[in-house]
């Protein structure tokens, strides 16, 4: 045999090796290893309605946690009680992480304002996975350009604010921002944020609070202008929206959005779910789909989180005693 012929053969095993060897090693590269999980699927239990803040969020969220964790996840809208039978169901559950609840302000205020047979000290905080943004907003078409013109309205002719229902952190937003515009408007609460919409749009509210993900297609459409937001800082993705605060009324509302399960949770299942939540928020593609959304990423450990529930429910508990909601 020729030399050049030997050395085209060798070539041609080389490469032929080479190819193979690449065809294997994506595979352990870009597949990661998935977090062990001990039941093979998760309910996701939320007291939110089809299309409403947190139903619009753990869909979403669902995607990225079977990217790294060896389960699966379904999300069930268990409305009732502006969250009690939500909290009933989950309480109830076994603490083996097949049944969790989608944790917002609510579950906390539904406990205070009413005597549920579950309350949120019956539940188990796991981790905190964002902070949410609080807007004011009204129908393009109706006659206030700005908050100061809602409040100014609400003074003269007492007006009519929405919240997506009785035990919501809007509802509570909205009774701060009367108590500091000293004004007695109404506040009109709803079974969800998509109801609160409805009558935005046919005007039999003059405002309603919420959330940019459930408000995206009607502002996106134009249907609905922003007035301000609760934020401590106004929110990057509209830069010119004002503050409450700015506007002078010194009120700051965020939403925290995270899980919690029955009493008793393992805790080799808590550090999976911590670990877990290090990984979806830190993952570019959901990193910008979230981002999209103005969601703040707002990681708290098991061991901060219940403390954190711990404080809210005081601080709530406080501001609705001195304002005589509950005694």
């Not at 095993?13 to 039941?39: N, R």
């Not at 906390?108 to 902070?131: A, C, G, H």
């Not at 805790?267 to 593609?285: N, S």
């Not at 989180?305 to 005081?314: N, Q, T, V």
Request: hydrophobic content about 40%; proline content about 7%.
């Amino acid at each position: 045999m020729r030399e050049v012929d030997r050395m085209v053969i060798k070539r041609l095993i080389c490469s032929v090796f080479g190819l193979s060897l690449a065809a294997l090693a994506p595979a352990h590269a870009q597949t990661p290893a998935k977090l062990p999980y001990p039941v093979k699927l998760v309910t996701l239990v939320t007291h939110s309605s089809p299309g409403s803040g947190s139903d619009v969020v753990l869909r979403e969220m669902i995607k990225y946690l079977e990217r790294y964790m060896a389960t699966r996840f379904i999300v069930e809208n268990d409305q009732g009680g502006s969250g009690a039978k939500a909290m009933a169901r989950v309480a109830a559950a076994k603490p083996d992480g097949s049944m969790l609840y989608a944790t917002t302000p609510t579950y906390i205020l539904t406990s205070l304002l009413s005597k549920p047979s579950k309350s949120y000290r019956d539940l188990e905080p796991l981790v905190n996975f964002f902070t949410d943004s609080e807007v004011l907003y009204t129908r393009v078409d109706a006659p206030y350009k700005s908050l100061q013109d809602v409040i100014a309205h609400a003074k003269s002719a007492r007006g009519r604010w929405g919240a997506s229902n009785p035990a919501s952190m809007e509802r509570e937003s909205a009774e701060q921002l009367k108590t500091a515009a000293k004004v007695n408007a109404a506040i009109v609460t709803h079974n969800g944020g998509s109801d609160m919409m409805i009558n935005v749009l046919n005007g039999t509210l003059d405002m309603g609070v919420g959330e940019i993900e459930e408000i995206r297609a009607q502002l996106e459409g134009r249907k609905i202008r922003l007035l301000a937001t609760f934020n401590p800082m106004r929110i990057p993705g509209y830069p010119t929206l004002p503050t409450v605060t700015e506007l002078g009324y010194p009120v700051v509302m965020q939403k925290f959005r995270g899980l919690a399960g029955p009493k008793g949770l393992p805790p080799a299942l808590i550090k999976t779910w911590e670990d877990a939540a290090r990984k979806i928020l830190a993952d570019p593609e959901y990193k910008k789909s979230y981002s999209e959304e103005n969601l703040v990423p707002n990681f708290m450990a098991h061991d901060q989180y219940a403390p954190f529930i711990d404080k809210f429910a005081a601080d709530s508990g406080n501001f609705l005693k001195t304002t005589g909601v509950i005694r």
